[in-house]
């Protein structure tokens, strides 16, 4: 059972936008930076926004964060076969002293 | 160009230990902090442990403190997670990655390797 929450899939046509929340407690997400990470098949994770809402150099601005009390989302636009992924969230929890992340999201690209 | 490549994992019975290592190339290592993270088969990414620039602060997962240490050797560009009282549950492809900040605490994790295969059986 992980720390934080999101939903296991979602899908959505070529070109379309998609949403993946991730919930969580005023000890974790409430509280601190949330981060995302794209995983392709076979692969390491990358890291797709930080401090909430910020891309790292090279990350398309079809990739956005948002964060809102104890919730983050992370937006994806014009979505391609390439994009299809696991996606996770990630912070920290101040009452575990511990990284988390949440189970990771199955995108589809239909 | 950043890179992190982890060895060090393979086949070990429950109940022994195996020490994993990351070599760091194309960043200045004692600049940041470092992190192992998991990935059991299957199931999503679980953070293991961190150690901030200069070895001063460690943490660790509940599920491993006690049984694991993570060090890092500057002059060597090289990070180090030794793990005793090895579990099944332990068994896990283990991440490498870097931190985003000296201090490991509240870092998000900019680069990672490509990961080693700890399997734990009888």
């Known amino acids: 059972q992980s720390v934080l929450t999101q939903p296991p899939s979602v899908s959505a046509a070529p070109g379309q936008k998609v949403t993946i929340s991730c919930s969580g407690r005023s000890s974790n997400i409430g509280n601190n930076y949330v981060s995302w990470y794209q995983q392709l098949p076979g692969t390491a994770p990358k890291l797709l926004i930080y401090d909430n809402n910020k891309r790292p150099s090279g990350i398309p601005d079809r990739f956005s964060g948002s964060k809102s009390g104890t919730s983050a989302t992370l937006g994806i636009t014009g979505l391609q076969t390439g994009d299809e992924a696991d996606y996770y969230c990630g912070t920290w929890d101040s009452s575990l002293s511990a990284g988390v992340f949440g189970g990771g999201t199955k995108l589809t690209v239909l | 160009e950043v890179q992190l490549v982890e060895s060090g994992g393979g086949l070990v019975q429950p109940g022994r230990s195996l020490k994993l290592s990351c070599a760091a190339s194309?960043?200045?290592?004692?600049?940041?902090?470092m992190h192992w993270v998991r990935q059991a088969p299957g199931k999503g990414l679980e953070w293991v442990s961190g150690?901030?620039?200069?070895?001063?602060?460690?943490g660790f997962a509940d599920s491993v403190k006690g049984r694991f240490t993570i060090s890092r050797d500057n002059a060597k560009n090289s990070l180090y997670l030794q793990m005793n009282s090895l579990r099944v549950e332990d068994m896990a492809l283990y991440f490498c990655a870097r931190g985003s900040s000296s201090y490991y605490y509240l870092d998000y994790f900019d680069y990672w390797g490509q990961g080693t295969l700890v399997t734990v059986s009888s």
């Open positions: 194309g960043f200045t290592f004692d600049n940041y902090a």
């Open positions: 150690i901030s620039w200069d070895s001063a602060i460690t």
